[in-house]
T-cell receptor, first 110, second 112 residues
Framework: NAGVTQTPKFQVLKTGQSMTLQCAQD?????MSWYRQDPGMGLRLIHY???????DQGEVPNGYNVSRSTTEDFPLRLLSAAPSQTSVYFC?????????FGPGTRLTVL | QQPVQSPQAVILREGEDAVINCSSS?????VHWYRQKHGEAPVFLMI?????EQKGHEKISASFNEKKQQSSLYLTASQLSYSGTYFC?????????????FGSGTRLQVQP
């Protein structure tokens, strides 16, 4: 039981590049979400999903896309990376009570 | 809207107690508490649900005042391992009971 896994752990992009952050969970949770955490700050919700085929926007969705084709996977796509998207990204899944967080992806956009 | 946490930071000696507060301006379905150590992911501590149900760890206690939309986390007889940043997360009655909105955190440092 791996819990929530995220890849890659670290990534450096140039402005304008696109990429996908991967997230997978093996707990059969319906609810999954993506957060970003800037230095010294709390977690801000980007997008979330309540099940396969259903997604919705969080507090800071601009510049990010998501899709949920399976229960297990919830990838986050950066369409055209900007320096303001430099952050640590956490994926989480939930059984409607406790949220289980992945280890995070540290993204730097130059 | 983001819940407001207080204090922003606190320093304790081992064995001392601390209270961290979280308040929201909107009606809440639940309040969650997490602890995050530097460079790591947040870890679940406690959830408090509207109606009084609680789920969490044995050594952590918390309260949820539904009328005031406020929650407090009580850390008693603090240990060095309690150091970290504590976040409250709230689920509003208007968000389908799923989306968590986090506060900006309270940094707790426990010294020997």
């Amino acid at each position: 039981n791996a819990g929530v896994t995220q890849t890659p752990k670290f990534q450096v992009l140039k402005t304008g590049q696109s990429m996908t952050l991967q997230c997978a969970q093996d707990m059969n949770h319906e609810y999954m979400s993506w957060y970003r955490q800037d230095p010294g700050m709390g977690l801000r919700l980007i997008h979330y999903s309540v099940g396969a085929g259903i997604t919705d926007q969080g507090e800071v969705p601009n510049g990010y896309n998501v899709s949920r084709s399976t229960t297990e996977d919830f990838p986050l796509r950066l369409l055209s990376a900007a320096p303001s998207q430099t952050s640590v990204y956490f994926c989480a899944s939930s059984d409607f009570s406790e949220q289980f967080f992945g280890p995070g992806t540290r993204l730097t956009v130059l | 809207q983001q819940p407001v946490q207080s204090p922003q930071a606190v320093i304790l000696r081992e064995g001392e107690d601390a209270v961290i507060n979280c308040s929201s301006s909107k009606a809440l379905y639940s309040v969650h508490w997490y602890r995050q150590k530097h460079g790591e992911a947040p870890v679940f501590l406690m959830i408090l649900l509207k109606g009084g149900e609680q789920k969490g760890h044995e050594k952590i206690s918390a309260s949820f005042n539904e009328k005031k939309q406020q929650s407090s986390l009580y850390l008693t007889a603090s240990q060095l391992s309690y150091s970290g940043t504590y976040f409250c997360g709230t689920v509003g009655m208007d968000t389908g009971r799923r989306a968590l909105t986090f506060g900006s955190g309270t940094r707790l440092q426990v010294q020997p």
